[in-house]
């Protein structure tokens, strides 16, 4: 029994601590249905680099030939193996070869000594495909769909983040809210005992306590609302609130925090624009970057191709059918030469993405002017917040000193009911007044954290 007492003992205030900002966005980060909707979009490009990198995979053929019919009876069995290069547009290769039979003077090549022919070469790209081919480019392009799949998913998350931020600064406004009605309500509870009672002893008329009691009623109705609205801000933050299957959790109301968060204000200044790494902005940079390899591969095209392939074969064994020239060690070098004309494919790309670079320049200019608008603007509110949240604090001091001493004054029997019930709905209005204020600066400083993207206030 004891160890049972002292468990519940234990597990009571845990089960009713309140629930902080810091424990709603470890949450969303990991279990929002948007977040790991876009770590799929980033698997998906991880894929497509794979996929990629198969141009560079090593590559086996084979082949086999055999003349069935006719006056020769030549076969021929042959397999190759190709590795293209990873930094120049050629590859290395190495083949064996073997061939039995009797073949026409056309086809004296197919001979080989009785034990085969082992080959090994190489192509190299001396012009055209030698700083970048079709398979470079579309690995490097294939990089650059990962880090925007990347950047995407951190634009997400920081939506995702910011949503969750305001649902809980909702969800702590509404209560407090409720808390201030309660307030209220409970003042003309305790007003009503107290009337009754003069009632009883002839010093108040019946008809006070009738007006105190319609007085409960319209405060029960404000905080049957208030009660209302905290229910629905609950369930709209437990979207972002999940255990650790994923499953929706709806906050109870004793979970409530007595404060908004405490989210910093980060450093402003001039330099300011320099220090937000707003994901945006490097979208446009990564597809700058994708601009500028498609641009490199239109002018590869341009170029004339010029390979050089080196050989080197060797039969082994006895002797076969065609003679004792195939013995020695070969070595083998060429060339080959190709060059486009009229071109006008490769300059119509090399048009294409200059045009494509100073549009995603000019929109880079527009958003770096539309991130210090806003960093700017946000800043003002912020600061205008600090100050309006002073002034809000100063008002409900004074509103509530004043309804405490008409309430005194009213127990003395020197105010009326009217002027007492004036005064404490003066003071509950100053004290919604003061939470909107703290809402709105809470709500300013979340913008600003989201807008420079303060990855450790976002919980990122």
């Known amino acids: 029994m004891f160890w049972i007492l002292a468990a519940l003992l234990v597990a009571a205030p845990a089960a009713a601590r309140p629930l902080t900002l810091d424990e709603v966005l470890r949450s969303?980060?990991?279990?929002?249905?948007?977040?790991?909707?876009?770590?799929?979009?980033?698997?998906?490009?991880?894929g497509r680099r794979l996929s990629a990198e198969g141009a560079f995979d090593l590559l086996f053929e084979g082949e086999a030939q055999s003349r069935a019919l006719g006056y020769y009876d030549g076969t021929v069995i042959e397999g190759r193996a190709t590795r293209p290069l990873a930094t120049n547009g050629g590859a290395l290769y190495g083949g064996y070869r073997?061939?039995?039979?009797?073949?026409?003077?056309?086809?004296?090549?197919?001979?080989?000594?009785?034990?085969?022919?082992?080959?090994?070469?190489?192509?190299?790209?001396?012009?055209?495909?030698?700083?970048?081919?079709e398979r470079r480019g579309r690995l490097e392009l294939a990089d650059g769909e990962i880090a925007l799949a990347r950047l995407d998913r951190e634009m997400v998350a920081i939506g995702v983040q910011r949503r969750a931020i305001d649902a809980y600064q909702t969800w702590v406004v509404a209560g407090r809210r409720v808390a201030v009605y309660r307030d209220l309500l409970e003042l003309a509870t305790k007003r009503q005992a107290s009337i009754e009672r003069q009632i009883a002893l002839g010093a108040r008329p019946d008809i006070l306590g009738t007006e105190n009691r319609q007085n409960i009623v319209r405060r029960q109705t404000l905080l049957v609302r208030a009660e209302q609205d905290l229910d629905a801000a609950a369930n709209a933050l437990s979207f972002?609130?999940?255990?650790?299957?994923?499953?929706?959790?709806?906050?109870?109301?004793?979970?409530?925090?007595?404060?908004?968060?405490?989210?910093?204000?980060?450093?402003?200044g001039p330099s300011l624009a320099g220090r937000i790494e707003r994901p945006d902005l490097q979208t446009i940079l990564v597809r700058l970057d994708q601009v500028e390899t498609k641009r490199l591969l239109a002018e590869n095209e341009l170029r004339p191709r010029l390979d050089i392939r080196a050989e080197a074969a060797k039969d082994v064994g006895p002797v076969g059918l065609g003679g004792v020239s195939r013995t020695p060690l070969e070595g083998i070098v060429g060339l080959r030469f190709s060059m486009p004309l009229e071109r006008r494919t490769a300059r119509g790309k090399i048009a294409e993405a200059a045009a494509e670079a100073d549009g995603l320049q000019f929109r880079r200019k527009m958003i770096e002017d539309q991130i210090l608008v806003e960093v700017n603007g946000l800043a003002i509110q912020a600061t205008a917040a600090d100050r309006l949240v002073a002034l809000a604090a100063d008002e409900t001091a004074l509103a509530d000193r004043m309804a405490e001493a008409e309430r005194r004054r009213f127990q003395l029997g020197a105010s009326d009911f009217l002027v007492v019930n004036l005064r404490e709905e003066s003071a509950a209005d100053a004290r919604l007044r003061q939470l909107d204020a703290e809402y709105r600066r809470s709500a300013a400083r979340a913008e600003l954290v989201a807008a420079t993207v303060d990855r450790s206030q976002l919980g990122l």
């Open 28 to 46: 969303s980060a990991t279990h929002a249905p948007a977040i790991l909707e876009a770590m799929t979009r980033e698997r998906q490009a991880d």
């Open 98 to 133: 073997v061939s039995r039979g009797d073949f026409p003077v056309y086809e004296d090549k197919a001979f080989t000594n009785r034990l085969g022919e082992v080959k090994v070469g190489a192509v190299f790209s001396l012009m055209r495909d030698r700083l970048i081919d």
């Open 240 to 268: 972002y609130l999940r255990d650790d299957l994923g499953e929706r959790i709806v906050p109870a109301a004793d979970r409530l925090p007595t404060s908004f968060p405490d989210l910093r204000l980060p450093p402003l």
